[in-house]
């Protein structure tokens, strides 16, 4: 199976950035859709942005223009830079890892944006 960790959450002040990174075990990377997703407290867990393996992105409204997915299959990594961030943005963020054998999650890393 797929292991997934995530890094890069915090706490940040309106308006200020953070980058989050996904490192993934095994070469499986290189064919799979990477997605980064959030779960704020009392809400289910959305979509925020996802890339595929030609590099295609997609992104919810609620972030667009704000948000950019990228990936290094090199390095089996995939980013999220998040700026102009806002309270609402506070979530538990989870990277997913979605081929044609595998559907994995991280841990999840939190991150609050204080107002």
């Known amino acids: 199976q797929v292991q997934l960790v995530e890094s890069g959450g915090g706490l940040v002040q309106a308006g200020g950035s953070l980058r989050l990174s996904c490192a993934a075990s095994g070469s499986i990377f290189r064919v799979a859709t990477m997605g980064w997703y959030r779960q704020a407290p009392g809400k289910q867990r959305e979509l925020a942005a996802t890339i595929a393996v030609n590099g295609i992105t997609h992104y919810a409204d609620s972030v667009k223009g704000r948000f950019a997915i990228s990936r290094d299959n090199a390095k089996n990594t995939v980013y999220l830079q998040m700026n102009s961030l806002k309270p609402e943005d506070t979530a538990v963020y989870y990277c997913?890892?979605?081929?044609?054998?595998?559907?994995?999650w991280g841990q999840g890393t939190q991150v609050t944006v204080s107002s």
């Open positions: 997913n890892l979605r081929s044609y054998r595998d559907n994995s």
